[in-house]
């Protein structure tokens, strides 16, 4: 398990990071969200442990709470963040063919990142 850095929008740890995939446990601080983006290269799988969060999966939001799943194929634009009043942790199981950070097309990003990605 490899902890990774804070991001402005609260913290993840790798917990399995093998050819075939990659598991995080991420947390998210109350009204904080990732930034809105798409993958060329992996598909994620999310499981939200606690909290409340707010998905967008193709300009469609929905709320999900503790036990509910979504799946996020490649090139699908998508967003999680955090609406509760307390840390929202979820559980990402990445599939595919290549699991680098740089695999980040950031569509909006609240913290300024969006030309980073680039």
């Known amino acids: 398990m490899t902890d990774g850095p804070n991001r402005p929008w609260g913290r993840y740890e790798v917990l399995q990071d093998l050819p075939t995939h990659k598991v995080k446990a991420i947390w998210v601080d109350p009204g904080k969200r990732l930034s809105y983006q798409r993958h060329k290269h992996r598909s994620e799988h999310w499981y939200i442990v606690y909290g409340t969060a707010e998905v967008v999966l193709n300009d469609v939001s929905s709320i999900l709470q503790s036990g509910d799943t979504v799946t996020v194929q490649a090139n699908e634009l998508h967003r999680i963040g955090n609406v509760g009043k307390v840390p929202m942790c979820f559980i990402e199981v990445q599939t595919?063919?290549?699991?680098?950070?740089?695999?980040?097309?950031?569509?909006?990003?609240?913290?300024?990142?969006?030309?980073?990605?680039?």
């Open 96 to 118: 595919g063919t290549y699991f680098g950070e740089d695999d980040i097309e950031r569509i909006q990003d609240d913290y300024g990142r969006d030309e980073d990605a680039k």
